[in-house]
């Protein structure tokens, strides 16, 4: 278990061993109070859930930012920003909607300048020179789709042999497909006057989302195109433009200079990524789903409540579209400072099923949230009710009677009529209600004085006063204590 939670128990969960009689008690998580804090959300997220409550839900198949991202802009936080650090912004007209494909926000382009972005030197497009592989990436929800729109740009120029040499990449709309445009970008490549073009197979349906991608690889020279992970398009960059067609004309470019995401488009796009890498969506852990598949996981904090407590029923309320499953797990134990993710070892537990042989001082529980097979669906649980029975904390002996002597004082008190009691505990200190007390030759307070009904503390100092009450404990846990008897005071004399 996580360390940073091995020292928190959340307050409110903490249950006061008080309680006179047996009784059946819970704690609700979610719901109308919302979430505490959990100790684990691997994949999950808060979202919406059951009458417009906060809950858990998958999180969505949102890009990383990882050791080969050179620009990241997903809308999540603080709006259009580059997360990977590379760019800053130096123009921006789209605005953050909370509609978003992936995570919580994307971006909407209204076709009046879109997004700018200028690279520092460890940029692809922020310094001159070869790129190397390299993955384009991004989520996109036209409205139109009309021609001519511009979803991607970057224009610059290099000096060939003293001659300036006009550069240029784009993706823009032409007959509701997608055509991506490398003009003068890989060195030596003369055909077609410099230019690479490939164009989206399938038409481009507005108000859809789709995945789009164009990824380079500088060791085989092949340039495709891939929508929702599935072939478009596809060139190899070689002199004999086949694989293993000879030597490949690698990326060269020149003046750094800003580049424009949707500067002319109108719609949604979500998580625009670069990647410094030809590694591509087909063999990335990374899909083109809505959700994992694999799902998510949340576990609460663990839960104090009292020695030889049993979890009886866990009532979860959750939503479950078609294909979509929640599995829920229990565990518990005397001691979590030494657990770990496997031990003690979870227990899965039926929704509104009576649970059995599931006892302890601490107890924590956990939920597996899948989606349906495609990906597209998410369950949600929105509120936890977890019920439990308390061992009963012993009544205390109705009376204390406090005897005085010399140097010590014989306490007596008839047997508690609670048939739970397992012995008593004697407090005992030199102030009325604080049973701090060190002196008695039989130990500190509280002192575990068993099962009889008197005791003599000696050791104790003449002419002062001291204050004494009793408690029973439960013969099942001497941990479980009841309430404090009447307090009685004595004053030791020699006579």
Known sequence: MNK????????????????????????????????????KMDGIVSGEGRFGYEAMVLATNSRPVDGSTDM???????????????????????????????????????????LRLRGNGSAIFGRPGQSGSFLIEFWLK??????????????????????????????????????????NVFNGYVQDGGEITLSSYRTIVPE???????????????????????LEAQKYVTET???????????????????????QYTGLIDDFRIQRSAQSETTQALRFDTYRTEGGRFETQPILLSSGARITR???????????????????????????????????????????????????VAAN??????????????ELKISWKEVPAP????????????????????????????????????????????????????????NVTSVTLNGLKNGKIYYFAIASYSKIDSRIMGELSKEVFARPLKK
């Not at 409110?12 to 100790?39: H, M, Y």
């Not at 859809?208 to 599935?230: A, C, K, P, Q, V």
């Not at 001691?335 to 001082?361: A, M, Q």
């Not at 508690?416 to 002196?439: C, I, K, T, W």
């Open 142 to 183: 036209p409205s139109i789709a009309e021609n001519g729109e511009i979803v991607f740009s970057w224009r610059s120029s290099r000096t060939v042999a003293n001659y300036p040499l006009y550069q240029m990449i784009t993706a823009r709309f032409s007959g509701n497909h997608l055509e991506w445009a490398f003009t």
């Open 395 to 450: 009544l205390a002996p109705f009376k204390l009677a406090a005897i005085p002597s010399d140097g010590s004082v014989t306490l007596e008190w008839p047997h508690s009529v609670d048939d739970s009691v397992g012995g008593y505990y004697l407090f005992y200190g030199d102030r009325p209600g604080e049973y701090l007390g060190r002196g008695a030759q039989e130990g500190q307070s509280p002192v575990d004085v068993g």
């Open 4 to 39: 940073r939670f091995s020292v928190f128990i959340v307050s409110c969960f903490f249950i006061l061993l008080n309680t006179v009689s047996a009784q059946e008690k819970s704690v609700v998580l979610g719901g109308r109070d919302g979430w505490p804090l959990l100790s």
């Open 72 to 114: 990241l802009v997903n809308f999540e936080e603080g709006g259009a920003q580059d997360q990977a650090g590379n760019y800053s912004v130096t123009q921006n007209s789209l605005v953050s909607l909370d509609n978003a494909l992936m995570g919580t926000y994307c971006g909407l382009a209204r076709g009046t300048g879109g």
């Open 241 to 263: 433009g086949h694989e293993d067609g000879g030597s490949v004309f690698v990326p060269v470019l020149g003046v750094p200079a800003d580049i424009d995401i949707c500067p």
């Open 314 to 364: 866990i009532d979860a309320l959750v939503s479950e579209p078609l294909q979509t499953a929640v599995e829920l797990y229990v565990r518990s134990g005397d001691n979590f400072f030494n657990w770990t993710d496997d031990f003690p070892e979870w227990i899965p537990v039926k929704n509104h099923r009576e649970i059995k042989d599931v006892s302890g001082l601490y107890f924590q």
């Open 369 to 382: 949230l899948y989606p349906d097979g495609g990906g597209r669906k998410s369950p949600s649980v929105t």
């Open 208 to 230: 859809m989302w789709m995945h789009h991608s164009i990824r380079f690889d500088e060791e085989t020279g092949l340039l495709e195109y891939r929508i929702n992970g599935l």
